[in-house]
């Protein structure tokens, strides 16, 4: 089983920065895909932001041009560096790996953006 550890979530003001940390057990070259997601309480988890391996990266519409998702594979990790937090942020945040044969998830970061 791939072990997902997540960092970098917190409370924060509108218009703040933060950047979350996904740190994987197994070199995260290994798979065709690395994201994060969201949810918020009465809504669907979304996707945020992933990029394929050798690929373009890929953001939901909320969230172009405040967000970058990228990844060092030296460490196995992968960031979502956020600026410009508004209110409608606000969700548990989930770093997903995937390829044909897994579909890993972390254990998700709350983040919080007050008005």
């Known amino acids: 089983q791939v072990h997902l550890v997540e960092s970098g979530g917190g409370l924060v003001q509108s218009g703040g920065s933060l950047r979350l940390s996904c740190t994987a057990s197994v070199p995260i070259v290994s798979f065709n895909t690395v994201g994060w997601y969201r949810q918020a309480p009465g809504k669907q988890r979304e996707s945020v932001a992933t990029?394929?391996?050798?690929?373009?990266?890929n953001y939901a519409e909320s969230v172009k041009g405040r967000f970058t998702i990228s990844r060092d594979s030296a460490q196995n990790t992968v960031f979502l560096q956020m600026n410009n937090l508004k209110p409608e942020d606000t969700a548990v945040y989930y770093c997903n790996l995937r390829d044909v044969f897994v579909n890993s998830w972390g254990q998700g970061t709350q983040v919080t953006v007050s008005s």
């Open positions: 990029i394929p391996h050798t690929g373009i990266e």
